[in-house]
């Protein structure tokens, strides 16, 4: 089992940022590709972004390419996602996710474990 923890998210003012973080504890994180999804109120569940096992190989959906940044510290047992030039549309509950296989981390059904999400509010 691999329990995943999010922090850092609140509101903000669009144009802002905030760092999400995502501690985990468990089996071995290094063993995990990590990611980010998020969900907005009446919609589905998203992919955001992922990271492979040493953050060599990153992904990120069309809607934050360039604006989003996912790290990760394997010493730490750490992923984080960095938000920049936040926009009212990035509202949602963000969720961290992990999964032994990076190629399928853009699926719902490629997540081995969720965290228990927290709220990113960007007001306009």
């Known amino acids: 089992q691999v329990q995943l923890v999010e922090s850092g998210g609140g509101l903000v003012q669009a144009g802002g940022s905030l760092r999400l973080s995502c501690a985990t504890s468990?089996?071995?994180?290094?063993?995990?590709?990590m990611g980010w999804f998020r969900q907005a109120p009446g919609k589905e569940r998203e992919f955001v972004a992922r990271?492979?096992?040493?953050?060599?190989?990153?992904d990120y959906a069309d809607s934050v390419k360039g604006r989003f940044a996912i790290s990760r510290d394997n010493a730490k047992n750490t992923a984080y996602l960095q938000m920049n030039n936040l926009k009212p549309e990035d509202t949602a509950v963000y969720y961290c996710?992990?999964?032994?296989?990076?190629?399928?981390?853009?699926?719902?059904?490629?997540?081995?474990?969720w965290g228990k999400g927290t709220l990113v509010t960007v007001s306009s």
């Open positions: 990271i492979n096992w040493n953050g060599n190989t990153i």
């Open positions: 468990g089996r071995t994180f290094s063993g995990y590709a």
């Open positions: 996710a992990a999964g032994r296989f990076w190629a399928t981390m853009t699926r719902k059904s490629g997540i081995d474990y």
